[in-house]
């Protein structure tokens, strides 16, 4: 039998070892390279480009700093969905399907990738709370303007819409190509001292 292989070869040369990965492994040029290819809803969004990861992390990002996150932890705001780059981005119902081993090998690539920028591997509960809400409310907005949901199927699953300014949701909600959502994301960690 050939050894099974856990390990991703990224374009840097790294190998990240999906297992055991270590923070020296993790580079941002690899991070930000799959974000922006990784589509989300499963590329089921409107638009000429897949609505990328990398660009709802940076909607993300936004939408916690307007809602009191402390600016130090604007980074990882920026890097919450960081282990999709490997991983990919399953929707919720494909997550819930294949259960707790998938979210624990999430949850240590993105440790792991907290670490390499100088974030602690568990964010305190007050942050974690204030991205996950910034989250879902990216989320809605995806929902309705990106993914086909009506208004009232989009409270159902996420929630009451969000109040978020009209001038963040144009500046996010159309998809970019890959090299522009690479380049987005890549200067916002710049600006943010990653």
């Known amino acids: 039998m050939p050894e099974i292989r856990a390990w991703q070869r990224m374009l840097s040369g790294r190998r990240l070892d999906l297992l055991d990965p270590t923070p020296v492994d993790v580079e941002i040029e690899d991070i930000a390279h799959g974000l922006s290819r990784v589509a989300r809803w499963n590329g089921q969004t409107s638009g000429h480009w897949a609505y990328s990861v990398a660009q709802h992390c940076l909607l993300v990002e936004a939408i916690a700093g307007q809602q ?54 568990v964010l305190p509960q007050s942050a974690a709370t204030v991205i996950k809400r910034a989250d879902r409310a990216a989320a809605w907005l995806e929902a309705v303007h990106l993914a086909g949901f009506s208004e009232d199927e989009t409270k159902r699953y996420f929630g009451k819409p969000p109040n978020v300014p009209q001038k963040l949701a144009k500046q996010y909600l159309t998809p970019w190509p890959p090299a522009d959502a690479k380049s987005q994301f890549l200067a916002r960690f710049g600006e943010l001292g990653g």
């Open 68 to 121: 009191g996150l402390p600016e130090r932890w604007w980074l990882a705001a920026l890097l919450h969905d960081a282990a999709e780059y490997v991983v990919g981005d399953l929707v919720t119902p494909f997550k819930a399907a294949v259960g707790l081993d998938y979210k624990e090998l999430e949850d240590r690539i993105g440790a792991t990738i907290r670490i390499r920028f100088g974030l602690p591997a």
